[in-house]
């Protein structure tokens, strides 16, 4: 799966951005997807996850309640709203797929995703 983000931007605290991350191959569908960030001179760091089908998410405890991760299999686009953001979040923001992952599965850990896209850089001021 190759793998295109966007949406990043700068924001003010408090403001809110929506990642895409759109998707080509024809795996997307059966696929778990993931966002990941990373900031500077720290290591990448897991964000939110969701299932091939899009039933199940899981999120970071620093993100819970501000961040919704959705997909929309029939355009191979995964999102990820962002809101109430603070300026620790920002980051370079990735979006990655886990073409190993069951059905209802959603995977934290960054390394059982086997493809990744480029990165989209959000920077949210104070």
């Known amino acids: 799966v190759q793998l295109v983000e966007s949406g990043g931007g700068l924001v003010q605290a408090g403001g809110s951005l929506t990642l895409s991350c759109a998707a080509s191959g024809r795996t997307f569908s059966t696929s778990g997807m993931g966002w990941f960030r990373q900031a500077p001179g720290k290591e990448r760091e897991f964000v939110a996850a969701i299932s091939r089908g899009g039933r199940r998410t899981a999120y970071a405890d620093s993100v819970k309640g501000r961040f919704t991760c959705s997909r929309d299999n029939p355009k191979n686009t995964v999102y990820l709203q962002m809101n109430s953001l603070e300026p620790e979040d920002t980051a370079i923001y990735y979006c990655?797929?886990?073409?190993?992952?069951?059905?209802?599965?959603?995977?934290?850990?960054?390394?059982?995703?086997?493809?990744w896209g480029q990165g989209t850089q959000v920077t949210v001021s104070s």
């Open positions: 990655a797929a886990d073409s190993n992952s069951r059905v209802l599965e959603v995977v934290t850990l960054l390394s059982a995703y086997d493809d």
